[in-house]
Nanobody
């Protein structure tokens, strides 16, 4: 079992930056594939980024490539999402997800067993 808590959301103008953090409970964080997903009102949850156990493999949605960067610090049980050049269409509730059975980062929400409560990101035009 792992519990996830996201922080760092907020209101930012288009073109601005935010860094989201997701801190996990437990002592085996380094064994979890971690992912970020987002959900805008009236839309399905969509993949944003995912990272492997040691951070050597990363995967991004096409819509965020070149603007967002996922990273992790296993000593701090934390995964980050650095978001630059934000656009109004990035507005959503951002969720952190974790799974210990995955061997590679996955873009499918159903592949992740554990989820945080989400942090709101709002980008104004």
């Amino acid at each position: 079992q792992v519990q996830l808590e996201e922080t760092g959301g907020g209101l930012v103008q288009a073109g601005g930056s935010l860094r989201l953090s997701c801190t996990a409970s437990g002592r085996t964080f380094s064994r979890y594939i971690m992912g970020w997903f987002r959900q805008a009102p009236g839309k399905e949850r969509e993949f944003v980024a995912a990272i492997s156990w040691a951070g050597g493999r990363k995967r991004y949605a096409d819509s965020v490539k070149g603007r967002f960067t996922i990273s992790r610090d296993n000593a701090k049980n934390t995964v980050y999402l650095q978001m630059n050049s934000l656009k109004p269409e990035d507005t959503a509730l951002y969720y952190c997800a974790a799974d210990a059975d995955l061997v590679v980062p996955s873009a499918y929400p159903d592949a992740y067993a554990y989820w945080g409560q989400g942090t709101q990101v709002t980008v104004s035009s």
